[in-house]
């Protein structure tokens, strides 16, 4: 059993590590694969190598992991503290089709 614990903690441990982060657009970028709290640290190390802050623009958390689109943007621009509208939309639309 500790055998099995000993393996199993470190991977666990280790979802946040190693997210991709892949250029979607112009100076849009996606961090999948991982946790939430992975790909937010990944785009926050991201925009860090480019001397930047990193500003979320959506974030999706599923069973299987999740996704951030972020941009990387410097303090000094003056769309940095603009606020965001986030719009939350459904994973499943149900339709129901009865006659009433």
């Known amino acids: 059993m500790k055998r ?3 393996v199993l903690v470190p991977l666990i441990l280790s ?3 190693g ?3 892949t250029n979607v657009g112009p100076n849009t970028y996606m961090a999948s694969g991982g946790s939430v709290y992975g790909n ?3 785009a926050s190390e991201a925009c860090g190598k480019q001397g930047k802050q990193v500003r979320v623009m959506n974030v999706r958390d599923a069973y299987w992991g999740g996704e951030v689109v972020f941009t990387c943007m410097s303090p000094s621009d003056p769309n940095y503290n603009k606020p965001l ?5 459904p994973n499943v639309i149900i339709q129901d089709n009865r006659k009433k």
């Open 19 to 21: 997210v991709p982060v």
């Open 40 to 42: 937010t640290r990944a």
């Open 4 to 6: 099995i614990l000993s």
């Open 15 to 17: 979802g946040c590590g």
């Open 85 to 89: 509208q986030f719009e939350n939309s």
